[in-house]
């Protein structure tokens, strides 16, 4: 059995950083694609970014790029998410997900968290 569990959301100001963590328990955490995506109210969930299992090839979307990190420590189970100038329109509960597949479409991501809410505030 594979869990997932987001931390490190809260509420901040448009500009400031937050870093969130998923924390990955069960066997075989490093040969998953790990990623994350959000919800912002009302709307369709939403990719934000992936990573490979050996840590190389992050991809992100257009609408974070530049801004938003991710990585990972497979020693941990790890995987984080570093979000920097941050704005209103980052507001959404942040789910980090894995796949197995090496570049897996939203479909393919079998294990998900209970996601961590994230507001910003203008």
């Known amino acids: 059995q594979v869990q997932l569990v987001e931390s490190g959301g809260g509420l901040v100001q448009a500009g400031d950083s937050l870093r969130l963590s998923c924390a990955v328990s069960g066997r075989a955490f490093d040969t998953y694609t790990m990623a994350w995506f959000r919800r912002a109210p009302g709307k369709e969930r939403e990719f934000v970014a992936r990573?490979?299992?050996?840590?190389?090839?992050?991809f992100y979307s257009d609408s974070v790029k530049g801004r938003f990190t991710i990585s990972r420590d497979n020693a941990k189970n790890s995987a984080f998410l570093q979000m920097n100038s941050l704005n209103f329109e980052d507001t959404a509960v942040y789910y980090c997900?894995?796949?197995?597949?090496?570049?897996?479409?939203?479909?393919?991501?079998?294990?998900w968290g209970q996601g961590t809410q994230v507001t910003v505030s203008s």
């Open positions: 997900a894995a796949a197995t597949q090496i570049q897996p479409g939203e479909n393919d991501y079998v294990y």
């Open positions: 990573i490979s299992w050996i840590g190389r090839y992050p």
